[in-house]
């Protein structure tokens, strides 16, 4: 009995791979001579089909500052999606050759590769998360940067131009380009609008709309942001206690939405016949389909009750 058995097809067997080795190596090479043939086409196809996602991807990497082609982003995307279908086709390797277990099979390989597709979009929408929280932590720095400077008689550009050369990036690199538009004779007041369309938090559009009231009217810059400073410190105080207090429904919506696939893999290996009828029979799929459903509605919920708005 090979290694391979009852985790992966027979056709991973290395005595049978072996022997189809001739037949595996036609096989690649006639879908190569169709890639030759069809690839351009198909390029052109799968370009036009996701050019939306692709332009939003090339954008998202540009407010990142961080130069990625869209040529990249596609072999980025195809990539997710090849993985995805290699996964499904790993996942559902052992199952029967029945016509039930071929629907699963396309089910699993189906929701694999929408979860591929969508794959890059969370992965950047993570970056983006990540990069604007950093943001908001160097921002403290930078207005009490600014305060000082005004206090020993700096002007606002000189002040801005300091925390670009003072303080790491994220908040550096914006204010570099704040500042490079301003120089190339944009308004200052535009470039700092520009600022909160990049990085769209409270935080930011109450510093630009400070800046450019004070700009109009007059008053004390360096007391504002010294206030400015004092309210996020305190707003991320708040948002901690949240975060603390919600920890645990955090924790016990996981459990709960987790816990039936563990019930399932455990009575898979303790019972595969009985557990086996939930999908080889209309009413275990019934069944499934009222569970997903039911977890999917109960995980939404959990997760609007333990999200709080500071």
Same mark, same amino acid.
């Given at each position: 009995?090979?290694?391979?058995?009852?985790?992966?097809?027979?056709?991973?067997?290395?005595?049978?791979?072996?022997?189809?080795?001739?037949?595996?190596?036609?096989? /690649?090479?006639?879908?190569?001579?169709?890639?030759?043939?069809?690839?351009?086409?198909?390029?052109?196809?799968? /370009?036009?089909?996701?050019?939306?996602?692709?332009?939003?991807?090339?954008?998202?990497?540009?407010?990142?500052?961080?130069?990625?082609?869209?040529?990249?982003?596609?072999?980025?995307?195809?990539?997710?999606?090849?993985?995805?279908?290699?996964?499904?086709?790993?996942?559902?390797?052992?199952?029967?050759?029945?016509?039930?277990?071929?629907?699963?099979?396309? /089910?699993?390989?189906?929701? !694999?590769?929408?979860?591929?597709?969508?794959?890059?979009?969370?992965?950047?929408?993570?970056?983006?998360?990540?990069?604007?929280?950093?943001?908001?932590?160097? !921002?403290?720095?930078?207005?009490?940067?600014?305060?000082?400077?005004?206090?020993?008689?700096?002007?606002?550009?000189?002040?801005?131009?300091?925390?670009?050369?003072?303080?790491?990036?994220?908040?550096?690199?914006?204010?570099?380009?704040?500042?490079?538009?301003?120089?190339?004779?944009?308004?200052?007041?535009?470039?700092?609008?520009?600022?909160?369309?990049?990085?769209?938090?409270?935080?930011?559009?109450?510093?630009?709309?400070?800046?450019?009231?004070?700009?109009?009217?007059?008053?004390?810059?360096?007391?504002?942001?010294?206030?400015?400073?004092?309210?996020?410190?305190?707003?991320?105080?708040?948002?901690?206690?949240?975060?603390? /207090?919600?920890?645990?429904?955090?924790?016990?919506?996981?459990?709960?939405?987790?816990?039936?696939?563990?019930?399932?893999?455990?009575?898979y290996t303790m019972d595969q016949e009985l557990i086996s009828r939930m999908w080889t029979t209309a009413l275990g799929w019934g069944m499934l389909a009222a569970m997903v459903t039911l977890q999917a509605i109960g995980a939404l919920l959990m997760r609007k009750i333990v999200?709080?708005?500071?």
């Amino acid at each position: 009995m090979s290694f391979f058995d009852g985790f992966l097809p027979a056709w991973w067997d290395f005595l049978t791979f072996g022997l189809r080795l001739p037949s595996l190596l036609m096989g /690649l090479l006639a879908w190569a001579a169709v890639g030759w043939f069809l690839g351009p086409w198909s390029e052109e196809k799968f /370009l036009g089909t996701t050019s939306g996602y692709i332009s939003w991807m090339v954008e998202m990497f540009d407010k990142m500052f961080m130069q990625v082609s869209a040529r990249t982003c596609v072999l980025f995307l195809v990539a997710s999606l090849v993985l995805s279908a290699l996964a499904g086709l790993l996942i559902t390797a052992g199952l029967p050759s029945e016509p039930i277990y071929h629907l699963g099979r396309g /089910l699993v390989i189906v929701v !694999l590769l929408i979860f591929g597709f969508q794959l890059p979009r969370i992965v950047i929408n993570r970056m983006w998360d990540n990069r604007i929280a950093r943001f908001e932590d160097q !921002l403290l720095d930078a207005l009490s940067f600014m305060s000082n400077g005004l206090k020993s008689g700096l002007s606002l550009i000189q002040c801005m131009d300091m925390v670009r050369e003072e303080l790491p990036a994220p908040v550096s690199d914006e204010f570099k380009l704040v500042l490079g538009e301003q120089r190339l004779g944009v308004p200052l007041e535009d470039a700092l609008l520009n600022l909160e369309r990049r990085i769209d938090t409270e935080d930011v559009q109450i510093l630009v709309t400070s800046i450019n009231i004070l700009r109009q009217s007059g008053g004390n810059l360096s007391e504002t942001f010294d206030t400015i400073g004092f309210t996020i410190r305190e707003r991320q105080k708040v948002q901690g206690r949240i975060k603390t /207090l919600t920890a645990q429904g955090v924790a016990q919506g996981f459990i709960i939405v987790v816990l039936p696939f563990v019930l399932g893999a455990v009575l898979y290996t303790m019972d595969q016949e009985l557990i086996s009828r939930m999908w080889t029979t209309a009413l275990g799929w019934g069944m499934l389909a009222a569970m997903v459903t039911l977890q999917a509605i109960g995980a939404l919920l959990m997760r609007k009750i333990v999200q709080i708005e500071v």
